[in-house]
């Protein structure tokens, strides 16, 4: 038996970790509000790497940590729409597959 954490363990820590890093930064409300937004639609490796740079911020807090932050962000938000448009494709071909075996 190993001691190693469930996938929710892992989930709840890496959420638990990015709330006391958003808390504990200097970004405006609205950016943290936004941030917290996407969090439930990101995979564990993008809210991995949001805590990365949220932890980068907080230790540095300087603007060029910030710049860091919105690329992070932005390099994230393309991950995220890559994927949905994958799944979007995939979806639509696996419908137009069953459409074509229906008489």
Not at 2 to 10: G, L
Not at 14 to 19: I, S, T, W
Not at 47 to 58: C, F, K, P, S
Not at 89 to 96: N, T
């Amino acid at each position: 038996m190993t001691n190693e954490p469930s996938p929710d363990q892992d989930l709840q820590n890496v959420g638990q970790r990015l709330a006391l890093l958003l808390v504990a930064s200097d970004l405006p409300d609205e950016v943290k509000k936004s941030v917290a937004a996407m969090v439930p639609e990101m995979s564990l490796p993008q809210m991995d790497q949001l805590a990365g740079i949220l932890e980068r911020l907080v230790s540095d807090g300087s603007n060029a940590e910030l710049e860091s932050f919105r690329a992070g962000l932005q390099s994230i938000q393309q991950g995220f729409d890559a994927e949905e448009q994958a799944i979007k494709k995939k979806a639509s071909d696996q419908l137009d597959a069953i459409k074509n075996h229906i008489p």
